[in-house]
């Protein structure tokens, strides 16, 4: 059984007023006596601390810059914490954003292989899922095309469908559901359901507040870094509607 | 210590997939759509070597078939010496999109580069071997000793090219400082001359050259049909494992703080 365990996490990244410091301002510096400060430290998340077992269903809420997709990626091991610890246990999928790593020059079933295995995916897994991606896309005329020329739709469809198509212990999803036309929608909207279904866990990030009390159990509201309430959907997004609109 | 290494290991093994594609995709990528395609990897440095075997030859009055293959026994190891570190300088910037979206070994990275062209060098001194036979010059056994040598500067290219990535992201300007050090490298690196041919006042830089020894381990199997000194093949490998130590020490200690600053 999976389970994340989240204990006094913090993220902090420096920022630099100017620019990248250069040879010649690190070697300037060394001999100033009184080091010029060039950045100040922003905490993006602060001692959050929390568990996720299996079976929960968690939704981030939190306005812009409240450190949800960065608590996110942290899961995902993109951003180590700068203290506190992460403990996962179970496959965790990366998506955060799907098509990235998908190169313009390479075909579609090219990109599969590439895309595929920098989300993780074995050759021999691959070879068995390529061809349930191109059909669930709809691009079996173009898959052999650069994706330089697909029109978004297309791209996005592919990057989608590859994305979903394995079944993660721990699914992470930030702010995804599939573009596409109407038909391709409602598709996409029921994979992702079976793909919410089979997962033990699943961690969203989402704006709309009517999905995430539809797809969650579960609500945490972040705010400026620091956990602000965790508890019931309707509980946590109610407090988080009401205090947005006294503040 | 130990389990990091192991766990160090382990998801580099894991990550095998990916090095893979990103190796081809560098192979590919470059002159998809050429009429030539891959063949351009081996005619572009083979003229290139061409021209200046030409114009050396006479500028030094050399014997145009002994050069030639003396030169391209120099500038197949330099080329990809070079290139690696120079290439490999720019592959965390060039990756960050990736980098910040995906959790990956950020080793593979430098580690695709180093891959990449040694798979070029490698057929570009198969090239060469054919240049050779053509030319009616003389082949020994010592040409066995080439795939050692290889391993040795692998490791030597790469111990160097991950100093160089780590750095970059630290001090962009960098970029254009490796231009700069490795065409000054270049020259005083024994590849257009003999060994002990520069003389006087900059003759103590070339001894300094960590570079020296790799080339000789190419030359002499190939241009003097011996196999190097037992000195020089000590002395080489004792560069590349003091350039492992030293790229894996400062790349495992500044990983982490890659993706903040990039």
Not at chain 1, 14 to 30: G, N, T, V
Not at chain 2, 1 to 28: H, P, W
Not at chain 2, 83 to 89: D, I, L, N, R
């Amino acid at each position: 059984m999976s389970s994340i365990l989240i204990e006094n996490l913090s993220i902090k990244f420096r920022i630099y007023h100017d620019r990248s410091p250069s040879f010649k301002d690190y070697f300037a510096s060394l001999f100033k006596r009184q080091r010029h400060v060039a950045y100040s430290d922003f905490w993006a998340v602060k001692d959050v601390s929390f568990e996720i077992k299996a079976g929960d269903r968690v939704g981030i809420i939190g306005h812009n810059g409240a450190g949800k997709s960065t608590l996110l990626k942290a899961l995902c091991r993109v951003y180590e914490p700068s203290d506190g610890r992460i403990s996962v246990d179970g496959r965790i999928a990366p998506l955060l954003e799907i098509g990235a790593g998908f190169h313009p020059e390479f075909t579609g079933r090219e990109n599969i292989y590439l895309n595929g295995a920098i989300l993780g995916y074995t050759k021999q897994q691959l070879n068995v899922i390529e061809p349930e991606v191109i059909t669930f896309a709809e691009l079996e005329e173009f898959i052999d095309t650069p994706v330089k020329y697909y029109s978004t739709g297309m791209y996005m469809r592919l990057a989608f469908s590859l994305a979903t198509a394995m079944h993660p212990d721990i699914l992470v999803l930030d702010e995804i559901f599939a573009g596409g036309d109407a038909a391709f929608m409602a598709k996409a909207r029921a994979r992702m359901h079976n793909l919410i279904d089979k997962a033990d866990i699943m961690i969203m990030v989402s704006h709309d507040h009517e999905l995430i009390k539809s797809l969650c159990n579960r609500v945490i509201w972040l705010d400026h870094g620091k956990l602000t309430a965790d508890g019931s959907p309707e509980d946590v997004v109610g407090r988080y509607l009401a205090g947005k609109h006294n503040g | 210590m130990k389990t990091n290494a192991r766990s160090f290991l382990g998801e580099l093994y894991d990550s095998r997939n990916v090095l893979s594609q990103l190796v081809s995709q560098q192979l590919i990528l470059r002159y998809r759509r050429t009429a030539l395609g891959y063949f351009w990897t081996l005619i572009n440095p083979l003229l290139m070597m061409s021209v200046m075997a030409l114009v050396f030859a006479t500028l030094f009055k050399a014997d145009l078939k002994t050069f030639t293959v003396f030169l391209f026994a120099g500038m197949i190891p330099w080329n990809f010496f070079s290139s690696a570190v120079t290439q490999s300088g720019a592959s965390f910037i060039n990756n960050e999109g990736l980098i910040k979206k995906i959790y990956l070994p950020k080793i593979i990275f430098p580690l695709s580069i180093a891959f990449a062209l040694l798979i070029d060098s490698a057929l570009s001194f198969l090239a060469l071997f054919v240049i050779i036979l053509f030319i009616g010059g003389s082949l020994s056994w010592a040409v066995l000793f080439i795939p050692i040598a290889y391993v040795i500067l692998f490791f030597f290219a790469l111990g160097i090219s991950l100093i160089t990535s780590v750095a970059t992201v630290f001090f962009r300007d960098l970029q254009h400082i490796i231009l700069i050090a490795m065409q000054g490298l270049f020259f005083l690196t024994p590849i257009l001359y003999k060994n002990d041919a520069l003389a006087g006042k900059v003759a103590w830089l070339v001894g300094l050259n960590p570079v020296v020894p790799f080339i000789e381990l190419f030359r002499a199997p190939l241009s003097q049909a011996s196999l190097p000194s037992i000195i020089v093949i000590l002395q080489a490998i004792g560069f590349s494992l003091s350039a492992m130590v030293i790229g894996l020490f400062i790349f495992l200690q500044q990983e982490k703080k890659i993706v903040f600053r990039l």
